[in-house]
């Protein structure tokens, strides 16, 4: 009977003590995330020896704050996420330093991991166990040892490590196991930041893109920010780059920003476990194969804001059976392939009560078998303050009052001068508006050049800005443009049989262009982009809505265009002498038929007017009320030119426009 009293004692004190091991296998948690003190560091641990204490995606923060004490994030400890095996994605900060041994021991279902520029060492067995790895993204410039104990063999075999630009001679020499591994490729990425990767798009906007082409660089779920820093710049987040998220195939979620208002072709092609993405309102364009291949997404909100989807933006996404369209007025499907077949008499279309008639008559959207009205939520409007539908003189009221620390507004509305942030510069913003009618002026243009045989004098050039108005011509801007700078782009002209051309989006630059993918069809990508023969000589149009991912080469079918000798700029500075050569305008294309021209740094000390005419004669001028681009027409009204020196070009065939600012 003693004994038995004694082993239940000894029982009761083994489970007190392993209870008391338990505990003490951390001294905080905060956000799921447990940690271990260090002075003023935290380390990542688990939260017993149980182990499998993570799933999903883990974000680990660069500080973590306990009882008014903030830490610093710099190491993950042995064994914190061993054997978790549904953990998907960890985003590690870039204060982590060390990963020590068996940090990620047997986490298989984990399939990229990104380690920071700072990164040191891994200890021992740090990704033991880890065979489903494919990539491993390395942003240290400096290579280091790691002992061979780090990886399994399959994964040096089968994945691929990527690293920084220029430095790939540098971690295929290093000592250790990551000299080892078959496949070392250079990112072809400007920055990333948090695991995520960034093409640097100029003017501080920047759009995500991939560590490297189709490689699996991306899984778990992931949210985008509206802002990112690097390098003391920081960028708006505006695009999801061409084929951004291909191939992911285990992503499950995104989460893209508002400040997004282009996605591109192919950019989440064959995320075949992708089951939540948002499309944010200003998107206009759902372009080719953007979700094609998604086979897990069942339900999509199409926003307000788009007017076109193109041929297979959805194609095979067998198991969509939910779209909600928000816009009144169907947007035009280039055909009935933008969706799967079975999706027409699966999936239920949600549509406005105001616009059911609209999409039972719509191409492409009459073939929906089961079309619903709903009652959908209203978009903000930008101005809409107070959300009464309009903006007037009450919204600048409700959004001083907001300001002052009262009322309720929607701030998405109040953001009138797109800042991302409610300020008081938005009431003088929306006071100006009122007031004139307009929204501030489009910021710079996103510009695209062309480039090719027998474009420009000097054809194939492109060394930097040298090179614009002489191997880069840029394409003219039509119409309207958003505040980002993005909108209908395009060049006429005559073209010589079977010519090679393509578009350039950073002069000096080939990794960013539109032409031939290696699959033969238009694309957007690198230096794998190979030029478009024309076929037959004869006048084309290229046009681009610059997403930049809708893009038009067609022939020009209009009466066949004049051939000038001169072009020139008639106004005040030539006293409205048409005859005066002294202003007359260089021809784009010597080299074959011209409709292009220019005339460098045209100068003006004050607002003033201006015509453009043809053969010294003012039997053919083109003019128009608009600067600093338009579409000027045959005898039209002058041209407002305000002060300032510009690089002016012009199409005799359309009478695009632009007056480039120096």
Request: glycine share 8%; proline share 5%; charged share 15%.
């Amino acid at each position: 009977m003693n004994k038995l009293i004694y082993f239940k004692f000894l029982a009761v004190l083994l489970t007190s003590l392993w209870g008391i091991q338990q505990a003490s296998a951390y001294d905080f948690a905060k956000d799921g995330i447990y940690y271990v003190i260090n002075g003023t560091n935290a380390y990542v641990t688990y939260k017993d020896t149980n182990y499998n204490s993570y799933s999903g995606t883990v974000n680990i923060p660069s500080t973590v704050t306990n009882n008014g004490t903030t830490y610093n994030v710099v190491q993950i400890n042995p064994y914190a996420f061993k054997n978790c095996a549904n953990l998907k994605r960890v985003v590690l900060p870039p204060t982590i330093n060390y990963l020590m041994n068996y940090a990620f021991q047997n986490c298989t279902g984990l399939t990229d991991i990104t380690l920071p520029a700072n990164f040191y060492s891994c200890y021992n067995y740090v990704f033991d166990g880890c065979t489903n790895l494919k990539s491993i993204i390395c942003l240290s410039p400096t290579p280091h040892n790691w002992n061979a104990n780090n990886l399994p063999s399959t994964v040096l075999s089968n994945a691929t490590l990527i690293v920084p630009q220029g430095k790939k001679a540098a971690y295929e020499s290093v000592s250790g196991c990551l000299s080892s591994f078959s496949d070392i490729q250079e990112m072809d990425c400007d920055f990333a930041e948090d695991a995520i990767f960034y093409k640097d798009l100029g003017d501080n906007k920047a759009s995500v893109t991939h560590a490297l082409r189709f490689a699996e660089d991306y899984s778990g779920d992931i949210t985008i920010p509206q802002t990112v820093t690097h390098g003391g710049t920081t960028y708006t987040v505006t695009t999801v780059g061409n084929e951004a998220f291909y191939d992911c195939h285990n992503l499950y979620s995104v989460v893209l920003p508002q400040t997004v208002n282009s996605i591109s072709n192919y950019a989440f092609y064959y995320c075949n476990n992708l089951t939540n993405v948002n499309i944010p309102e200003g998107v206009q364009y759902i372009n080719y194969c953007t979700f094609g291949a998604c086979a897990s997404l069942q339900d999509i909100i199409i926003p307000s804001s788009v007017t076109w989807i193109a041929q297979k933006a959805f194609s095979d996404c067998q198991n969509l059976t939910n779209i909600t369209c928000r816009a009144t007025t169907p947007p035009t499907c280039d055909n009935t392939n933008s969706f799967p077949s079975q999706a027409y008499t699966n999936a239920t279309l949600n549509v406005s009560s105001k616009a059911l008639s609209a999409y039972q008559t719509a191409d492409v959207w009459k073939n929906f078998t089961n079309i619903v009205e709903i009652d959908l939520p209203v978009e903000a409007k930008r101005g809409d303050v107070n959300g009464d539908g309009q903006v007037t003189i009450s919204d600048v009221t409700a959004l001083i009052d907001y300001l002052l620390g009262g009322g309720s507004i929607s701030t998405d509305a109040a953001d009138v001068n797109l800042d991302n942030g409610v300020s008081i510069s938005d009431v003088t913003t929306l006071i100006d508006y009122l007031l004139g009618g307009q929204w501030p002026a489009t910021g710079r243009l996103d510009l695209w050049y062309l480039i090719g045989d027998n474009v420009g004098s000097q054809p194939w050039e492109n060394n930097g800005q040298n090179s614009v108005g002489r191997g880069l011509l840029p394409l003219y801007p039509v119409g309207e443009f958003d505040s980002n700078g993005k909108g209908r782009l395009q060049y006429t002209g005559y073209f010589g049989a079977n010519e090679a051309v393509m578009l350039i989006h950073n002069p000096g630059r080939f990794d960013d262009c539109w032409g031939y993918t290696p699959t033969g069809v238009f694309g957007f990508g690198g230096e794998d982009i190979t030029a478009v023969s024309t076929g037959n000589d004869g006048y084309y149009s290229i046009m681009m809505y610059n997403n930049p991912d809708r893009f038009y080469f067609i022939p020009y079918t209009a009466s066949t265009p004049i051939s000038f000798n001169s072009i020139n700029i008639v106004g005040p500075h030539s006293s409205w002498d048409v005859t005066n050569s002294e202003y007359n305008m260089t021809p784009l294309n010597p080299g074959k038929e011209n409709h292009n021209w220019i005339f460098r740094d045209f100068t003006t000390a004050s607002d003033t007017e201006i015509k453009i005419a043809a053969n010294n004669r003012w039997e053919y001028n083109w003019g128009v009320e608009q600067f600093p681009w338009g579409r000027g027409e045959r005898n039209g009204n002058n041209i407002p030119v305000e002060a300032g020196t510009y690089d002016v070009y012009f199409n005799d065939i359309t009478g695009d426009f632009h007056f480039i600012k120096k």
